[in-house]
């Protein structure tokens, strides 16, 4: 069985070493001592979501402290071409289980999108309430998958706030990928950065993309594709395009 992972502390992680000690703390130690109820001799990991894991055996685990003895450190080197998801807010729980999924997937960044045809809005506080919940959804799927990055989850972007930062994956090579039932052009083939860079990848709410925004992201460099023969749920499509990326680009060799 694989080993549970927590998030640790970035500073103490970057010491971590054979033989020392790390304290995972707060809502995490809590969730290790009262809900896993780790003991003593176990073993865990403990991530700094940036891409180091410390693997050790717990030495103790009381209240809300989980100490660890650190057996092993590996640092993960950042993907050469980092995936985007640009999920735009969905009703009921499908943009988090987008989110959960395309996490599990692999997906290095998340960015809300409230686009035009959003059924739900985030607007004044529920804006910072709706990307603390995807956060902490994009936490917890790193830990289930046994991650040792968490993506980052951005502030919401409004609308046609969306077309500078295409502009500007363009501009450093990058790829943005727009998914639309309507296109021709298969992702299977879509171009991707030759060496570094990153993939947008752009999908819409239930009611699909409108006519303007697929028009304004094509005219800024985006190409617009089909994910397949078959028309998917938002909280599905971008999961599924991140794993047939992810594929290209050697990440499940």
Do not use: N
């Amino acid at each position: 069985m694989s080993a549970p992972v927590f998030l640790g502390d970035p500073e103490e992680l970057a010491d971590a070493r054979p033989g020392t000690t790390l304290t995972v703390r707060g809502r995490e130690g809590r969730h290790a001592v009262a809900v896993r109820r780790l003991r003593p001799g176990e073993t865990v990991d403990v991530v700094d979501g940036d891409g180091t894991r410390a693997r050790g055996a717990v030495v103790t685990a009381a209240g809300d402290e989980l100490t660890v003895q650190v057996e092993d450190v590996t640092r993960e080197p950042e993907p050469r071409v980092r995936l985007t998801l640009v999920q735009a807010l969905a009703k009921g729980s499908r943009d988090e289980d987008a989110v959960e999924a395309a996490t599990e997937v692999g997906i290095d960044a998340v960015v809300p999108w409230q686009s035009e045809r959003c059924v739900s809005v985030w607007a004044g506080p529920k804006a910072a309430r709706g990307r603390d919940r995807w956060r902490a959804v994009a936490l917890a799927a790193a830990k289930q998958s046994r991650r040792a990055r968490v993506p980052h989850v951005a502030d919401l972007v409004q609308g046609r706030a969306l077309l500078p930062l295409v502009e500007e994956v363009i501009a450093a090579g990058g790829s943005v990928l727009v998914l639309h039932e309507e296109a021709t052009a298969p992702l299977a083939t879509a171009a991707l950065p030759a060496g570094e860079g990153e993939v947008l990848l752009v999908v819409g709410p239930e009611g699909g993309l409108s006519e303007q925004e697929v028009s304004e992201l094509a005219e800024r460099g985006a190409a617009v594709v089909r994910l397949g023969p078959h028309v998917l749920r938002t909280s599905t499509a971008g999961p599924v395009a991140a794993a047939l990326l992810a594929q290209r680009l050697g990440r499940w060799g």
